[in-house]
């Protein structure tokens, strides 16, 4: 069991950066691989990147490779989301996910435990 918190969002003009945080609580970090996805109004929750539980290997959507960068720090226990060069259509609600077994890693439904959410606004 883990539990999860989300913080870091705000509002940004195109081009900016943030830094989105998620604190977990329960089992040790290191048990579980963790993630990000983001959801949009009207829209399917998508998935933004992964890291495994080491934090030596990382996974990204197309559409923010080279922009974002997902790390972990297990012994605080807190997963990072760097991003850069942010657009307009970055703008959603971002959670924070954690999976045993997150396989297929890019379907919301192999992931096992959320965050509530923080809002990242992106104006123009």
């Known amino acids: 069991q883990v539990q999860l918190v989300e913080s870091g969002g705000g509002l940004v003009q195109a081009g900016g950066s943030l830094r989105l945080s998620c604190a977990a609580s329960?089992?040790?970090?290191?048990?579980?691989?963790m993630g990000w996805f983001r959801q949009a109004p009207g829209k399917e929750r998508e998935f933004v990147a992964r890291?495994?539980?080491?934090?030596?290997?990382?996974y990204y959507a197309d559409s923010v490779k080279g922009r974002f960068t997902i790390s972990r720090d297990n012994a605080k226990k807190t997963l990072y989301l760097q991003m850069n060069s942010l657009k307009p259509e970055d703008t959603a609600v971002y959670y924070c996910?954690?999976?045993?077994?997150?396989?297929?890693?890019?379907?919301?439904?192999?992931?096992?435990?959320w965050g509530q959410g923080t809002q990242v606004t992106v104006s123009s």
């Open positions: 890291v495994v539980r080491s934090g030596g290997s990382t």
């Open positions: 329960g089992r040790a970090a290191g048990y579980y691989a």
């Open positions: 996910a954690a999976a045993q077994t997150g396989s297929p890693y890019y379907m919301s439904r192999s992931w096992d435990y």
